[in-house]
């Protein structure tokens, strides 16, 4: 079922569609008024929607990784990479420098094997590091993610792959360049809708998003 039907000029919502309607229009918030954290835009929303997302594509478990971190997160780089490091069964090898939040990375989810012994599973499994882009200015961060500088934080026993997420829809005519510039995985407002095709999970999660909703309307309010 589509979410919009057309008639001539005029597109109107389908009131029929209720599944990811939330998210959908979260995403159209974020394409139309970009994001900051000044303007109470709360691009942490669009982080956590998107881990969601990604964590049901590869169907694995996820670790919002960027800044600013949630309450139940280490706020120093150090200790988050080492909390990465343990989670995967991965070697730490380096803390990044102090002067770094999150170094490009704003979610971390991986797939893991069915071990049979859990405390005993091992290193090696698909990992996806991505970053999200909320803002207006996404085009110039397709290449600001930094592997080779993970790959020195953590010795990887398989190099992970990076991922990209922006709310917007990507057009026909710019989709393989920025993949390639992405070099790896790219989620667009398409993308990230079709793995929420029945919302968040996370109850607090959901909240938040029809509370900040409601807040963007009044203030976008015609």
Known sequence: MKFFEFEGDLVARNDLVTDARLEYEVCLLFSLYGASNQTGSKP????RMTAEAISQHIGG???VFGWPVLDDVETAIAERVKQVADLLRERFAEAPSARYKDRGVDIICWKPF?????DGRRSGQLVVLSQCAAGHDWR???RELPMSSWRQYIHWANDPVPAFAVPCVILDDLWHDINREVEG?????V???N?????VQEAELREALEEWRSEQAEEHRA
């Open 114 to 118: 069915a071990e049979p012994d859990f």
């Open 195 to 199: 793995h929420l095709s029945v919302g």
């Open 44 to 47: 942490k929303l669009f982080e």
């Open 140 to 142: 110039k961060k397709t």
């Open 61 to 63: 478990p996820f670790f």
């Open 191 to 193: 993308r990230l809708i």
């Open 185 to 189: 995985l790219v989620f667009d407002r």
